[in-house]
């Protein structure tokens, strides 16, 4: 407790020049028995006391005459911070009851007294007991103590519950019921001594009691008991041991797996990896246990996997120059994820993928221009980016999605990423054709037909020889991407439906039915529900597409998205080949506060952009696009700038604030970013996204000490 807790703040203050009759005013009108003088700046210059006023009057004093020769010159005076104790012991040394109290310009700001130190005290005496009783209330085992006449002088109510003492029942009822207590009592009051451990057993729990002797000044005064609950503790023995006999097991197994496996708990951390792992990643096993494989091995995306509750399969890495299949289980107990096994497997895929390369060549040899075409995809739902509610949920209704061959809708704007999730969809799946893909807004309208259903050789002039296949038989037992569903001609939408509706077609030219096990997947950034309403967009054909809907959220919708987003394009650009390290926080605060109407693909645009014209690897305000700047959401703490020593106040134009202030912004982040961390430049730099070294460059810059 500090000077400051238990001052008074109503008081008066005096000058040299104050009449003595109005000095008596001061002390009856306030309790204290000093006034503090102040001199013409309010700096405390001396103090007067209500004894030397009484005896100067006593002696003839006038009471007109100022109190100037009656002020003590040097006063002793206290500061707020100072503790009581110390404070008391000032006080005591000078043989005083009073003291004025200060703030750092020696302003007085309170009166503290010994009376009011007494309370701080007791104050701080009750608020230290009722800390004892509630720690005492709140022990994880039995506790009471007995005089030297075996009187309970205090229980804690565990003790209670466990040796079941009623209210009405009094000390010597409880120690003649537990004959095992008072035995061990009665040994310390007579041998001064602790006695051994004993085991007490009541209505079938098990107890071990322990008593320890009580001195004051050498002097046995009572005896402390402690009751441990023993029960269930060789149950709880024989689980751990069967624990490590499972453990042991699991580990024989993970070891003689041909795969690489880690098993993390559910904040990410390593608990175990096999030899495979570790070979596969060139470590031991030892320097990776109890590592985040979040931090450490980023790219598992064992992170979707914790957020969303859910096993993700399929995703395909290159790892250490390796071809990898990555697969991630959940762990779950009571239905709360606990962990998860993450198995990769990398051995034999490189032949393997050298034999389906050689059988994709094959057919491809009887198929003219079809490479040319998608014919696979290059994502996994592992690579859509982002921790936010609504990405999340997209992520999650794209993964059930994957397991079903229903239609899949997805709605969203323009360079959202729908592309990216179709193609997470179909890795996810288990669907062994292609992903074709076919933009129905690039294809000219004559040609659709024959781009979607294929033609027979002579369908009509210019025809190739042998025909050509369609998009749907490309996409036979995988994935056709409709993209830009939108813009489909009316004509085409009628035939697009019948194929749903039959799972069959004709291709142009030919009598041939040919059976369709595909699955269908959707996409445009306009309202069908507006296209209906005008006759552009089948409604019949709308309800067999919007099965399953999933939408794609904008980027201005899910905006704590865009640090991770913008990370992860800054890493793809350092891997094509930019000298780019990463982002300024002042840059990434101009980028939160843009709406981005052309989403992520604006903001990869952006990002590019600016890559190409920083010169020290870190993108900062001036190498962002200016209508960035020309766009920002304005607040009064970014664009307002003071222009009047008056209050009024005008706003600048936007980029030449940003680029002005920009160097005052970036110092900011650092020092609040500095604070938050308590001066770990370490955490300091991840929290701001830059290297230790940038934020040891900046802090030189602007002479930030820590």
């Not at 609504?390 to 959202?416: C, D, N, P």
């Not at 690039?442 to 190739?464: H, M, N, Q, V, W």
């Not at 913008?566 to 843009?594: C, E, W």
Request: hydrophobic share 40%; net charge neutral; charged share 25%.
């Amino acid at each position: 407790m500090k000077a400051q807790d238990i001052m008074t703040t109503s008081f008066q203050c005096c000058h040299v020049h104050t009449l003595l009759i109005d000095a008596f005013k001061i002390f009856s009108k306030f309790n204290s028995n000093i006034i503090p003088i102040v001199n013409d700046k309010n700096v405390l210059a001396g103090i007067i006391t209500k004894n030397r006023i009484i005896c100067a009057v006593s002696k003839g004093y006038p009471l007109t005459n100022t109190i100037a020769p009656l002020i003590h010159d040097h006063p002793i005076y206290i500061f707020p911070e100072t503790d009581i104790l110390k404070t008391r012991e000032k006080l005591l040394h000078h043989m005083i009851g009073h003291a004025p109290v200060v703030n750092e310009k020696k302003e007085p700001i309170g009166i503290i007294s010994t009376s009011q130190i007494l309370y701080g005290y007791d104050k701080a005496l009750n608020m230290m007991q009722s800390q004892l009783q509630l720690l005492f209330n709140s022990l994880q085992f039995g506790l009471l103590s007995v005089d030297c006449h075996m009187n309970i002088n205090a229980i804690n109510p565990l003790a209670k519950e466990m040796l079941q003492l009623s209210m009405e029942e009094d000390s010597h009822t409880l120690l003649n019921k537990n004959k095992v207590i008072k035995e061990m009592i009665e040994y310390v009051l007579v041998n001064n001594e602790k006695p051994s451990k004993q085991k007490l057993n009541v209505n079938g729990y098990t107890f071990v009691v322990d008593c320890y002797p009580l001195f004051e000044n050498k002097k046995l005064t009572g005896v402390m008991t402690i009751i441990d609950d023993l029960t269930n503790i060789e149950e709880i023995i024989k689980e751990l041991q069967m624990t490590k006999e499972w453990e042991q097991k699991l580990r024989t197994l993970v070891e003689s797996a041909y795969d690489a496996i880690v098993l993390v708990d559910d904040t990410g951390l390593i608990t175990m990896a096999n030899q495979g792992f570790c070979n596969l990643f060139s470590a031991s096993e030892k320097e990776i246990i109890g590592q985040s494989i979040l931090r450490t091995f980023p790219d598992l995306g064992i992170k979707d996997v914790i957020d969303m509750k859910i096993p993700i399969s399929g995703i395909s890495k290159m790892i250490k120059s390796k071809q990898c299949l990555i697969t991630n289980l959940p762990i779950k107990i009571n239905g709360e994820i606990v962990g998860v096994v993450s198995k990769i497997t990398f051995r034999g895929l490189k032949q393997l993928r050298e034999a389906l390369n050689k059988a994709n060549n094959l057919e491809n040899s009887f198929i003219h221009n079809v490479q040319k075409m998608d014919l696979g995809t290059r994502y996994s739902i592992a690579d859509i980016v982002g921790t936010s509610n609504l990405t999340k949920k997209a992520k999650i209704e794209a993964l059930a999605a994957s397991q079903s061959k229903s239609t899949v809708l997805l709605i969203g704007e323009s360079g959202t990423g729908k592309e990216l999730f179709a193609h997470g969809i179909h890795t996810a799946s288990s669907l062994p054709g292609s992903f074709i893909k076919v933009n129905c807004a690039a294809i000219p309208a004559d040609l659709l037909e024959s781009e979607f259903f294929g033609y027979a050789e002579g369908a009509f002039t210019g025809a190739k020889k042998g025909g050509k296949k369609g998009k749907f038989e490309l996409a036979q037992n995988g994935t056709l991407f409709l993209d830009e569903i939108g813009d489909m001609p009316l004509n085409l939408q009628s035939k697009l439906l019948r194929v749903l509706q039959e799972k069959e077609f004709e291709p142009v030219g030919s009598n041939q039915t040919i059976k369709l096990n595909i699955r269908i997947i959707a996409a445009t950034n306009k309202n069908l529900e507006e296209m209906i309403k005008h006759g552009e967009f089948r409604e019949d054909l709308y309800y067999r597409l919007n099965i399953l809907r999933i939408n794609i959220p904008s980027l201005r919708k899910r905006k704590e998205d865009i640090p991770d987003i913008t990370n992860t394009i800054i890493d793809r650009l350092h891997q094509s080949g930019f000298y780019i390290k990463g982002i300024t926080p002042s840059a990434l605060d101009v980028m939160m506060k843009y709406n981005w109407p052309g989403n992520i693909r604006e903001l990869q645009n952006a990002l590019e952009r600016a890559a190409n014209l920083t010169v020290n690897g870190y993108i900062d305000i001036l190498e962002l696009p200016d209508y960035i700047l020309e766009h920002q959401e304005k607040t009064d703490d970014d664009y307002m700038i003071n222009t009047q020593k008056s209050e009024d106040t005008e706003i600048a134009t936007l980029p030449n604030v940003y680029k002005k202030n920009a160097n005052l912004m970036e110092k900011k982040l650092i020092i609040e970013a500095l604070k938050k961390t308590k001066g770990n430049k370490s955490k300091a730099s991840k929290k701001l996204g830059i290297s230790r070294t940038w934020l040891y460059s900046r802090m030189k810059k602007y002479n930030i000490d820590v």
